[in-house]
């Protein structure tokens, strides 16, 4: 059984910080690339970092230099560790692998954790 349980999301100003969690079951997470997606009102879900398994990561431009991911293969769990916060980050941020998990023939996908950064 997949299951994937994202946590840590919540209001923050801008330039702060948060560090999400993500906890997952099965066997899948050690021998996949694991990554963090988000979704902002009206867009499409992108995804901002991705770490394959040992510790080689990627990011886009708008998240390189403030998003560090990180996973505990012995946890089952990847991170997020952002820092210097924007509005724009506003979003739904979700974990999942790269590409995304397929449950009888669906994309599966978590509940995410809602991060909201304002004044």
């Known amino acids: 059984q997949v299951q994937l349980v994202e946590s840590g999301g919540g209001l923050v100003q801008p330039g702060g910080s948060l560090r999400l969690s993500c906890a997952a079951s099965g066997s899948r997470f050690s021998i996949y690339p694991m990554g963090w997606y988000r979704q902002a009102p009206g867009k499409q879900r992108e995804l901002v970092a991705r770490?394959?398994?040992?510790?080689?990561?990627n990011y886009p431009d708008s998240v390189k230099g403030r998003f560090t991911i990180s996973r505990d293969n012995a946890k089952n769990t990847v991170y997020l560790q952002m820092n210097s916060l924007k509005p724009e980050d506003t979003a739904v941020y979700y974990c999942?692998?790269?590409?995304?998990?397929?449950?009888?023939?669906?994309?599966?996908w978590g509940q995410g954790t809602q991060v909201t950064v304002s004044s």
């Open positions: 770490i394959t398994t040992g510790t080689s990561t």
């Open positions: 999942n692998g790269v590409p995304p998990w397929v449950v009888s023939n669906n994309v599966y």
